[in-house]
């Protein structure tokens, strides 16, 4: 029982930096109809940003702003320089960008910094605390719990509460009548990208320290995970994007916990095919899924 | 439907007239007629390419020679991912582990018939022929599931497909001996071409013949009825199920086929080393296949044949780079590997920017151009 609630507190922290890389992927769906295959090996390239800050300045904090910074202005960047341009008559043209994108960050990231595993500190103990004799979370895991939750109030917020929220949703749902209404669509494409990418940045400076370390290919599971979460609440939805990533960070703990850490894998490609499978439109959607 | 009926039953021997879905094809129609039959002349261009190849390396140095083995294996992987993914319109990102179970299949078999001390020239051709009926059965399994997913969907759980070779071979380390992986008995020119044939040779040899038995059988099928299925239902599922074509057996026979030429591709790259690890199937393999076709252009053998040279030769640019340059130490270390990504990537990305056609679809674009401004002066 103690091993059972250890695993499921452990899972709740991962499952919440599932959930923060989810809501990225999701937020750039809702925005473009595309799924941001390289939102992983962006996320690295904020992240050596942001340790390159921290070990510079000696501060997690000014490393965790430049990171999240970086983040801004890489989504921004990528939209504009490239997503911009691709064609949209086949739909494999975009993660086929995507994945160059991968292979070309990689890569630079393995130039400039090499490609060993660099040690990234985290801000808090990471060993978990007694609670009545129990292992419960460690410092480090309500960190990332509470992070996660203040982002996901403040882009809600952001969405139902804001002028500027109001416009990103009507330029998503429907491009042609808000260019109609005054709505600048295309910038709203980019601050899409950019909160996504931000989003992201985060979600990687948070999962990090819980690895090997700072490399080059660190996020590339971490994306097959949050690509499931997000497929598990539905790719149209936010909140199904966190209940998700929760989920599936349950779900990998235990199958880890109990079957070894080698089965993960594994399990993350059984649960994608089992929800695409049965429920294509993930578990909260209630629309139906295309049949030919 | 009327209208061809009455020349029907009058038992006119008329030619078949084009079929609607000809219209799919880029280019003219071939027409059976004129030109011959398409496998002969399919046949003729495969011998042609074999010969020449043949002679190429009889005067090739032995690392140039395990260099064009190298470009054979890929060939039969890339040709059979650019059916699918090209023509058929299913992006799968998985083809690096399909790879994986051709060589793991080959290197288990060897293995057994090497501990039972069974040796034999026919256990080479047995083994591949295991490759590709494991891998078509893995690509069965993995072509069910992608029926009935969609762009991205299939992108990702294919992606998933990917990261699962590592894991594999180490919860079954019995089976497959985890990081080490297997070694198997390597193989050796046969005794008749003299004792001192270079065993490279022989090699690109086999790869050679593999990867003309793979792009002949697949240009015989893309100029198939099932060809012209796959591209309609690429095109329009909806209008290809009212044509007749059952459109979820299509794509599962698409994602077998391509998952054969993947095993055996697989299989001859195991062949070249007599080793099989799964350090050698990463994540970025299956991202390598797919820059080389579509660098090549997406649904073109002959693409295929460039993508596969360009796969091999780009991976030595490094090296050379150093050198040439005489680099640095540390430069070149970080340069290792590294430096093939960098490249790959932005081929991916300009080539989808600029020229969605591809290498072949490019230089075919410029000749066209340059074609009509000679025909421009004589109007």
């Given at each position: 029982m103690d091993r059972f609630l250890f695993l499921t507190f452990g899972g709740l922290s991962t499952g919440a930096v599932y959930a923060a890389f989810a809501l990225a992927l999701v937020l750039i769906w809702r925005a473009?109809?595309?799924?941001?295959?390289?939102q992983g090996a962006m996320a690295v390239a904020t992240a050596y940003v942001g340790y390159a800050v921290a070990s510079a300045t000696g501060s997690y904090w000014l490393g965790l702003g430049a990171a999240v910074l970086a983040g801004l202005l890489l989504g921004a960047l990528v939209e504009r320089v490239l997503m911009r341009f691709v064609g949209h008559a086949n739909p494999l043209n975009e993660v086929i960008v995507a994945l160059g994108l991968v292979l070309l960050i990689q890569a630079v990231l393995g130039m400039v910094f090499g490609n060993g595993y660099r040690p990234a500190a985290a801000p808090f103990d990471t060993d978990a605390l007694t609670l009545g004799g129990v292992a419960a979370l460690s410092p480090y895991d309500l960190w990332v719990l509470g992070a996660v939750l203040v982002v996901v109030v403040l882009l809600a917020l952001l969405f139902t509460r804001t002028p500027i929220g109001l416009r990103m949703r009507a330029a998503a749902f429907a491009p042609e009548v808000s260019r109609l209404l005054g709505v600048d669509v295309s910038r709203m494409l980019t601050l899409g990208w950019a909160l996504a990418a931000a989003v992201g940045a985060l979600a990687g400076m948070l999962v990090v320290p819980t690895g090997l370390g700072l490399h080059p290919h660190a996020m590339d599971l971490v994306f097959v995970v949050a690509f499931t979460a997000a497929v598990v609440g539905g790719l149209d939805s936010p909140a199904g994007a966190v209940v998700g990533g929760l989920l599936v960070g349950l779900i990998l703990s235990y199958v880890t916990g109990y079957l070894g850490p080698d089965t993960t894998p594994l399990a993350v490609l059984v649960l994608l095919l089992a929800v695409l499978l049965v429920r294509p439109g993930g578990l909260f959607s209630s629309a139906k899924a295309r049949h030919v | 439907m009327t209208a061809t009926r009455p020349s029907a039953r009058s038992g006119v021997d008329r030619p078949a007239g084009p079929s609607p879905l000809r219209r799919l094809l880029p280019g003219a129609p071939a027409t059976a007629g004129p030109r011959g039959s398409t496998l002969l002349r399919h046949l003729a261009g495969a011998v042609l390419a074999g010969a020449l190849v043949v002679l190429l390396t009889n005067q090739l140095p032995p690392y140039q020679n395990l260099q064009v083995a190298r470009v054979c294996a890929f060939l039969c992987v890339t040709a059979g991912y650019t059916v699918l993914v090209g023509l058929n319109g299913q992006l799968s990102l998985g083809h690096g582990a399909l790879m994986a179970t051709g060589a793991y299949t080959v290197a288990l078999v060897q293995r057994a018939f090497d501990e039972r001390g069974v040796q034999g020239r026919w256990i080479l051709p047995l083994s591949l022929l295991a490759a590709v009926a494991a891998t078509a059965l893995a690509g069965l399994v993995i072509g069910l599931a992608a029926a009935r997913l969609r762009g991205p969907y299939l992108a990702g759980v294919t992606l998933a497909v990917a990261t699962l070779v590592p894991a594999v071979s180490t919860i079954f380390t019995g089976v497959f001996n985890g990081e080490q992986g297997l070694r198997f008995p390597a193989e050796t020119p046969p005794a008749f071409l003299g004792a001192y044939f270079q065993p490279e040779r022989w090699l690109a040899w086999i790869a050679l013949l593999a990867a003309l038995l793979t792009v002949l059988l697949l240009a015989n099928l893309v100029r198939s009825r099932f060809g012209r299925s796959l591209r309609a239902v690429r095109d329009d599922e909806v209008a290809a199920r009212l044509a007749g074509i059952h459109v979820a057996r299509t794509q599962v026979l698409a994602f077998v086929v391509s998952a054969g030429c993947a095993g055996l591709g697989g299989g001859v790259y195991a062949v070249l080393t007599a080793t099989v690890a799964p350090g050698k199937f990463p994540l970025e393999l299956s991202l390598f296949l797919l820059m080389a076709i579509v660098i090549g252009g997406l649904g073109s053998l002959a693409g295929a044949v460039w993508g596969a040279v360009l796969l091999v030769t780009l991976q030595d640019l490094p090296s050379l780079l150093t050198e040439t340059f005489s680099l640095s130490g540390g430069l070149a270390q970080r340069l290792e590997g590294n430096l093939a990504l960098a490249v790959f990537g932005l081929i991916l990305i300009v080539v989808m920017l600029a020229a969605p056609g591809g290498l072949h679809g490019a230089v075919r674009t410029v000749a066209a151009r340059l074609r009509a401004r000679r025909r421009v002066p004589e109007d």
């Open positions: 473009a109809r595309l799924v941001n295959f390289a | -």
